[in-house]
Structures are given as C-alpha cells and as structure tokens.
C-alpha cells in the first residue's frame, strides 16, 4: 500500500476543533476556535449534523480580520452516504456513488470558500460488517480527489479493524487518517490504534470525555488532575496525545478551548499513561 508523503503529516496540527450539532453557533463557535488558537477545523458535508456553510462563514471573517489564513489552517470534511444523511442532499442521490463523492466535494469546496480541503474523509463505511464493493468505488472517487488536488489527504471514519484489513487488500492508496469514537473500555481502540501505527496512519479520537464519563470521575483520573493542577478533561486530552492520538474537542464553551489547548502542554510520565490505558481496558 502507498503511505503517506511525510511532509504533509508535519502539516496536520495538534488538536481539531469539531463543529458537529452546533447549527447556527457553528459560525461564532468555529471563528472562536481558531482565535483561541485552534488551527484544525473538522466538518462534514452532512447538514443532519453539521452546518459546513457556517464554518465557510467563519473561515471567511478570520481572513477578513487576519487571524489566520487559508495555509495557516487545516480544514477537513467529509463525504456521507446517503443513508446518513437527511434531506437536505449535497448530491444527487440517484447519481452512482463516485459521481457522489464528486458533488459532495465540489459542494464542501463551495460551502468552505477554498479550492481545496486538506483531508476529505469517508464519514464511515456502507455496512458493519465489512468493506464493500460500494465503499471501494466511493474511495477511488476519493482518490480521484486527491489526484486532482482538491484534497491533500484522505481518511475514514467510523472503522473496525476488519474494515481496515479488507480495505487494504482491495486497494492500493492507504487513509493517512482514521477517526473513531474512542471507548476506553475497549483499551481506546486498541488494534485500531496499533493497525494505524504500524502503518504511519493518524489516529483521530471523538467523544474521548463523551464516551468516556466514567473515567473522568475515575480516583486516578481525578487525583492525577490535583496533583499536576489541571482538570481530569485536560488528563484525558494529555494521555490521547501521549499515545500517538489526534484528538478532537467539540467544545462550546471558550475556557474549555483553552483549557483542551493547554492539555497539549502536560507532560505525562509514562507509568501513567500506562495505567490510564488500563483503567477501563
Ligand atoms: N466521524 C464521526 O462520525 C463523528 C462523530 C461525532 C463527532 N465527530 C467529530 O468530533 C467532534 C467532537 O465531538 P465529541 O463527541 O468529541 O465532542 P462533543 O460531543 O462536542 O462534546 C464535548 C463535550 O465535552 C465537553 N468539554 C470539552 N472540553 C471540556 C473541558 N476542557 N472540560 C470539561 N468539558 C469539556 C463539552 O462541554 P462544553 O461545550 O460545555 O465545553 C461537551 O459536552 C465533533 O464536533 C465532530 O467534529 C465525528
């Protein structure tokens, strides 16, 4: 399979700012993000749960005010089949999926003011089961994409270890991201996250405090966050950091952006990380 080049994974920042489920906050909240210091940006072209338009509109008045540029940040989104979407289509759903692909980019390019995204991630495969035959024509399309330069990267999202293990017989272009929901009482996604390093492939974490309320109130969670003065969302956010992770916050809240940007600055010694990624494991 071909890796990624390793100059573009330099590009990719530290943290991504997510904007599913914020509606018309979308635009205020993204805009706020990045003058917090975020400079990753994940959307999807999927109205049901996010507003790409908005964060098009927010993309816009960081230009105008020069907080950022476009090669300052990192944009992603994603295609959706049209089983996850609601009416509100960016493709013509009798169309064969890979001219799909195609109107879902040309419409996320439009909604996101630019002429390229860098990543364009698959918002997750057709069935649960295994990588099919529909998935294979929607990654080509993707592919397609990258080789025209509207995307510099693509991923997959929402993704077993089967999955990826059948898709990398079936093809020869390897994601350079995958992003998962990450459970700690499956050892944080584990063999993802091993199938992934073994292969240069970044690890995108979701709901790592949503998913994972249990731990937050852990004893070692909570006596960890007291000891070195952060808050036990700042311990998970360090610890997916330390294990390799690109994690994602969804924040609506500004101390909380800051304070997800300031976990990036914890050092961690390695016996805890060991033993965080044991607790729910
Ligand atoms: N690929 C997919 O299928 C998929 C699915 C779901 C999500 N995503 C992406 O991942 C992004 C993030 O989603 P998520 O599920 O991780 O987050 P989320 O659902 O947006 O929720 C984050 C939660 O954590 C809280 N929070 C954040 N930082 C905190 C802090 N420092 N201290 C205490 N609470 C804090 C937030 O509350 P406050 O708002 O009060 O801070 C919020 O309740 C989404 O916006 C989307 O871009 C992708």
């Not at 493709?91 to 990543?119: I, N, R």
């Not at 399309?141 to 080789?147: R, V």
């Not at 991923?155 to 700690?184: K, T, Y």
């Not at 998970?236 to 950091?241: H, T």
Request: aromatic fraction near 8%; hydrophobic fraction near 40%.
């Amino acid at each position: 399979m071909q890796a990624m080049p390793i100059d573009h994974i330099k590009t990719v920042p530290p943290f991504l700012y997510g904007t599913a489920w914020k509606e018309d906050r979308t635009a205020g909240l993204a805009e706020l993000a990045i003058r917090t210091g975020f400079r990753g940006i994940d959307t999807a072209n999927q109205r049901r749960h996010y507003y790409e338009a908005g964060v098009g509109q927010a993309l816009a008045a960081v230009y105008r005010e020069g907080l950022a540029s476009r090669a300052d940040l990192f944009l992603q989104t994603k295609f959706t089949y049209v089983d996850g979407q609601d009416h509100r289509l960016p493709f013509d759903p009798s169309a064969p999926v890979s001219v799909q692909v195609e109107q879902s980019m040309t419409s996320s390019l439009e909604h996101l003011g630019t002429d390229y995204v860098d990543s364009f991630v698959l918002h997750g495969p057709a069935s649960g089961y295994g990588w099919t035959r529909t998935d294979a024509e929607a990654w080509q399309a993707m592919i397609k994409e990258l080789d025209s330069g509207r995307t510099r990267m693509v991923g997959v999202s929402n993704i077993s270890l089967r999955h990826l293990e059948q898709m990398e017989g079936a093809h020869d272009h390897q994601p350079a991201f995958v992003q998962n929901r990450c459970f700690a009482r499956l050892g944080w996604d584990r063999e993802v996250r091993a199938f992934c390093t073994e292969r240069n492939i970044i690890y995108q974490g979701f709901s790592l405090l949503t998913a994972n309320i249990d731990v937050l109130r852990h004893p070692l969670i909570r006596s960890l966050a007291e000891q070195v003065d952060a808050t036990p969302a700042q311990i998970i956010f360090a610890f997916a950091r330390k294990v390799g992770m690109l994690p994602l916050t969804g924040t609506t809240d500004a101390e909380h952006m800051r304070q997800d940007l300031a976990s990036l600055d914890l050092a961690l010694p390695a016996d805890v990380v060991s033993s965080i990624e044991s607790i729910a494991g």
